[in-house]
């Protein structure tokens, strides 16, 4: 099977063009296949720029020009083909079922999670996953909860959206999803949001994937575009 390389990264808006077109142009040199975003704050009117900017297929979950929505650009790198899409009307996910090079499919959940406990949301994405016949499960984004309070975080006095960790864990168990980086990091503490004064970080943004789709896929640790 064909091997394809997903590259995950919270954009903390993308609604200015300008700033659109660096990110753009970045996320270009990675050449990875898929790259899967949140936090643009793109609405449905930018849609049309976005696709122009871009210049391949993208499928888009609008939200605020001030908060939310996510953003699935494809590239032209590998042949993939759009089986179905279900988007999140408040710019929350994306869930696609994509046909990779004719050779077998992966349901793709591009998320960026809510800042509050409800696990309704991840039990909803559950749902919406059941229905699709794909070979693998690939689950990424900014979910906005860790998933182990003594490694995941540093300077938290307390742990929060606990009833959100508790549904993102039935949902692993469901599909049987892995955190392919913390199999092979199981005791190493790394951040993917910090805040300053007081310093706190969390290991907020990561991947849960089918145990056994980790042959075929790459994926780059997550990035957070606060450069631009």
Same mark, same amino acid.
């Given at each position: 099977m064909t091997r394809f390389k997903i590259t995950l990264v919270n954009c903390r808006g993308l609604? =200015? +063009?300008? @700033?659109? @077109? =660096?990110? /753009? #142009?970045?996320l270009r040199e990675s050449n +990875? +296949? &898929?790259f899967c975003l949140q936090d643009t704050h793109c609405t449905n009117s930018d849609e049309k720029s976005v696709h122009a900017q871009w210049g391949h297929d993208i499928l888009m979950s609008a939200g605020r020009s001030d908060?939310?929505?996510? !953003?699935? !650009? !494809?590239n032209n790198n590998t042949e &993939?083909? &759009?089986?179905?899409?279900?988007? =999140? @009307? #408040?710019g929350n996910y994306i869930i696609s079922n994509l046909l990779i090079e004719n050779s077998y499919t992966i349901t793709l959940v591009n998320l960026y999670g809510p800042n509050r406990d409800d696990p309704n /949301?991840? #039990?909803?994405i559950g749902n919406l996953i059941e229905d699709i016949e794909t070979d693998f499960v690939i689950t990424c984004g900014d979910w906005n909860v860790v998933q182990d309070f003594q490694l995941d975080c540093h300077n938290y006095v307390r742990e929060n959206n606990i009833k959100n960790?508790?549904?993102i864990g039935k949902l692993r168990n469901r599909y049987n999803l892995i955190d392919p980086w913390r199999i092979n990091n199981?005791?190493? @503490?790394?951040y993917t949001r910090s805040r300053k004064n007081p310093l706190k970080q969390a290991r907020l943004d990561f991947f849960l994937i089918s145990e056994e789709s980790v042959s075929y896929t790459h994926l780059t640790l997550p990035t957070r575009c606060s450069v631009y």
């Open positions: 609604h =200015d +063009s300008e @700033k659109r @077109k =660096d990110v /753009f #142009n970045y +990875s +296949s &898929i908060a939310r929505g996510t !953003l699935t !650009l !494809l &993939i083909k &759009i089986l179905t899409v279900e988007c =999140d @009307k #408040n /949301f991840y #039990n909803e960790r508790e549904e199981p005791e190493t @503490k790394t």
